[in-house]
């Protein structure tokens, strides 16, 4: 969904199932088959085994106050297999707390503005 400096090819296989899926909802949406894509970051089940430093910068990306947990994708899930959804189709869903909403810059930002007598530049 975004680019960074490390971890290329996990980054071209997601970029891959995306268009893949949009593909698909191309090829096969008139026979009344959708394909979607759910794009999420940690829960906070899989982040108990991520170092220190990398769940701050997560929480620090984060518009909501807490990481999603496991529920909140199967929530979209059961949406997105349900017929309430019979319009979406070729869609990518972020799933993410905000985390792909904003400039990567966002939070240095917030900082440099914070700082006492900061309020311009």
């Not at 984060?62 to 349900?82: Q, Y």
Request: glycine residues 8%; hydrophobic residues 40%; negative net charge.
């Amino acid at each position: 969904m975004l680019g960074e400096m490390t971890l290329t090819a996990y980054g071209a296989s997601k970029a891959a199932l995306i268009n893949l899926s949009r593909f698909l909802a191309t090829q096969y949406g008139t026979q009344g088959i959708r394909s979607n894509v759910i794009g999420f970051v940690l829960s906070d089940n899989a982040i108990e085994t991520t170092p220190q430093a990398v769940k701050d910068v997560l929480r620090d990306h984060h518009l909501n106050p807490e990481l999603g947990s496991p529920r909140d994708i199967a929530n979209v899930v059961a949406f997105l297999a349900s017929d309430e959804s019979r319009f979406i189709n070729g869609a990518m869903i972020p799933v993410d707390g905000g985390f792909t909403a904003h400039q990567p810059t966002m939070v240095d930002f917030q900082r440099l503005f914070q700082a006492p007598g900061s309020n311009q530049l």
